[in-house]
């Protein structure tokens, strides 16, 4: 580890995301996206009925946050809003082809990092640590909405 001594088991946790973390950064930037931006294409991606308030949710942001990025978004021609017939205050927000092209392949990518930085430890040392990450995020509250 280039004779940089971590110690500490969370720090250590902390370096692994962040080798993971970087490699995410690196993708998304290429394409001209930011983290954010990314993860509402990926989100919409998987969740095409969504609508402003799930987006918000999902990205534990604020409605007038997600909005001004989906505006963003929407200008590079990325994602449509469409307001819902039945309730004119709600909006539906769909990735265009556009947006779809322009993150396929990220899934992919992500899990050759993911094989990258776990090869060291095979199948059963794989298995082994995510049983122990399972025990601790047990114990932990998932993050609430803002």
Do not use: C, K
């Amino acid at each position: 580890m280039n004779g940089v001594r971590r110690e500490d088991t969370l720090e250590l946790m902390r370096w692994v995301v962040w080798a993971q973390r970087r490699s995410a950064d690196d993708w998304i930037r290429e394409r001209g996206l930011t983290h954010e931006q990314s993860a509402v294409l990926a989100y919409l991606s998987q969740n095409p009925e969504a609508i402003q308030r799930d987006v918000a949710r999902a990205m534990r942001t604020s409605a007038p946050s997600v909005s001004r990025l989906l505006a963003g978004l929407e200008r590079r021609g990325l994602v449509e809003r469409r307001t819902q017939e039945d309730d004119t205050r709600s909006r539906r927000v769909h990735v265009t082809a556009a947006g779809s092209e322009l993150i396929q392949g990220f899934e992919e990518a992500m899990d050759r990092v993911e094989e990258s930085i776990l090869a060291p430890l095979g199948a059963t040392g794989r298995a082994r640590l995510h049983e122990l990450l399972e025990q601790l995020a047990s114990r932990i509250e998932p993050p609430s909405s803002p």
